[in-house]
């Protein structure tokens, strides 16, 4: 029915590991994203994940190592920079917070846009900055990047109401800085928020088990569909991860695990 769906197509020594770099990500984004929405702050992950990119970019623009440790600091130096000042922010004006987190996001992109204008392979930088090369991770980043989400478990599990605004703000940003150097910015977004508003109609101790399930559903299934369709695994991800998403939000709203609706 589809001549071009090549159901041998899926070479699961290539979308394996993606699918492990996928957990990973939804590891830390699924509780962030629970949180972030129920602060009304879902843009931060882009703000801050664009913030982290313009460290990368400003350490390419220097000459640094890609893989090197100097690009590294360089987009977590960014990111806990903008963490910084989204405390600050939201401390003195609380009302605007998202308007600003947006007009941070903004800044940040252009200023990532203008740092590649002089580049030739600028388009390719910003391309892999957005949509990521999940397919292409390796064993060191999957290594650093399970030793990162342990470490951010650990800290929001373990002392979550101790954290304050800051905290939040500075695990947000540790985990975010990883995650967009191995999947990309649009993924990371997807991977915060759309398992979060896929579950927003559970009850509490629903929530995140059904969120993990629904992303990593989404995971396999967008890898593999990109794989047999030959087509861009960040995007097919998202596009899949969307439906899935639409999809689980319908199946909650009918069940007896739904929260219950004010009469």
Known sequence: MMSSLNLHAVDWSIVGPALVAGLLVLATH????????????????????????????????????????GVQGAAVAAALAGAALLTWTERRWPD????????LFVLASCLGILLLAGNPHGGEHLKDLLVGQILWVTPGQLVAMAVLSAAVLALWFGAQQRLGRAGFYIVFALAVTASVQLVGVYLVFSSLIMPALAVRHARPQ????VAYGMG???????????????????AVVVLTMATVGVLTSGVLSGRWWARPTAA
Do not use: H, K, N
């Not at 994203?33 to 390419?60: C, H, N, P």
């Not at 605007?96 to 007009?103: P, S």
């Not at 569909?225 to 861009?232: F, Q």
């Open 216 to 234: 990593g559903l989404a995971y396999a299934l967008g890898l593999a569909l990109s794989a047999m369709l030959d087509l861009p695994s960040g």
């Open 206 to 209: 629903w929530q995140l088990p």
């Open 30 to 69: 699924v509780p962030l994203g629970l949180q972030v929405l129920s602060r009304g702050i879902v843009f931060i992950d882009l703000a801050i994940a664009q913030i982290a990119g313009l460290g990368v970019i400003a350490a390419d623009a220097l000459g640094w190592e890609p893989q090197g440790w």
């Open 96 to 103: 605007i917070q998202e308007a600003l987190i947006g007009t």
